[in-house]
C-alpha cells in the first residue's frame, strides 16, 4: 500500500485534517455573531461526537443540521456560560486592581474554582449535541458527569490547556493554530468524550446508535450521585 493511497494511515490523517480545518471554519463563521456561539459549537460537537464514531455523513450538511436542531438550547447555555464568564473576569479584575487582605488567597481559590468551572463547561455543548434535555438538565447532568469522571474531566481540562503550552514554546505558531484549534482541541475531547457518554447510553436500544441523541440514559446521573437526590 502506498503510503500516500486514500486509505493508508497518511491518507487518513490527511483527510482528518481537511475535516477538522472545514469544521474550525463552520465554527468560526457561525460563531461570528456572538450571540450563536453555543449552537456553534454544539453543531462542532454533533459533527465530532459522529465522526470519532465513524458514522457522519458528509460534513457540511451534518453541521447545519446540529446547528439547526441546537440553536435555541445552545444559545441559552452559551448565554448562562458567558454570565459565568464575566463574573470570574470581574472578580479576578477587583482582586487585582482593590487592594484587600488575602488577595493571594482569593486568587488561588478562585483559580481552582475556576478550573472546576471550566471542566464542567467542557461537557456543557457536547452534552447538549449528545443528549435531550432541557437547559436546565444539561447544566445539572454536565456537573454531575463531570464530578462521576473526575480523571477524564482532567484530561480534557488538560487538553484544553495544549494550545497555550504550543504557543509558548513556538510562538510562531500563532499565525495558524488559533484556527486550527477551534476543532482539534473539541476533536482530541471528543475521543475521550465518546468513553464517557457511552455509559450513559441504553446498549439494547436503537439510540445506542453512535451520534444519536437520546433521552434515555442507562446509568442516570442524578439517581447514582445520592438517594436523596432527584
Not at 486509505?7 to 469544521?23: A, E, H, I, W
Not at 445539572?140 to 487538553?159: A, D, H, Q
Request: hydrophobic share 50%; with cysteine; aromatic share 12%.
Amino acid at each position: 500500500m502506498s503510503i500516500f493511497g486514500y486509505n493508508s494511515p497518511f491518507g487518513r490523517f490527511m483527510m482528518r485534517l481537511v475535516d477538522v480545518l472545514l469544521l474550525s471554519l463552520l465554527t468560526l463563521v457561525c460563531s461570528l455573531p456572538i450571540v450563536t456561539v453555543g449552537a456553534a459549537f454544539s453543531a462542532l460537537y454533533y459533527v465530532l461526537l459522529k465522526m470519532v464514531r465513524d458514522t457522519d455523513n458528509g460534513i457540511i450538511r451534518t453541521y447545519f443540521k446540529g446547528f439547526r436542531d441546537n440553536f435555541k438550547r445552545g444559545t441559552i447555555l452559551w448565554i448562562i456560560m458567558a454570565i459565568v464568564i464575566a463574573v470570574f473576569y470581574m472578580d479576578f479584575y477587583l482582586i487585582t486592581n482593590v487592594a484587600m487582605d488575602y488577595s493571594d488567597l482569593v486568587r488561588i481559590l478562585l483559580l481552582i474554582i475556576g478550573a472546576f468551572v471550566l471542566m464542567v463547561g467542557i461537557y456543557i455543548f457536547p452534552m447538549q449535541a449528545q443528549f435531550e434535555n432541557t437547559v436546565i438538565g444539561t447544566l445539572k447532568k454536565s456537573f454531575l458527569v463531570c464530578i462521576m469522571n473526575l480523571p477524564r474531566s482532567i484530561s480534557l481540562l488538560l487538553i484544553m490547556g495544549c494550545p497555550i503550552v504550543i504557543l509558548l514554546l513556538f510562538p510562531e505558531t500563532v499565525y495558524f493554530l488559533p484556527f486550527l484549534s477551534i476543532a482539534a482541541i473539541p476533536y482530541l475531547q471528543t475521543e475521550i468524550l465518546v468513553r464517557v457518554f457511552d455509559k450513559y447510553i441504553p446498549e439494547d436500544t436503537a439510540e445506542h446508535t453512535p451520534g444519536v441523541r437520546t433521552q434515555l440514559i442507562r446509568k442516570d446521573p442524578v439517581e447514582e450521585t445520592s438517594g436523596d437526590v432527584k
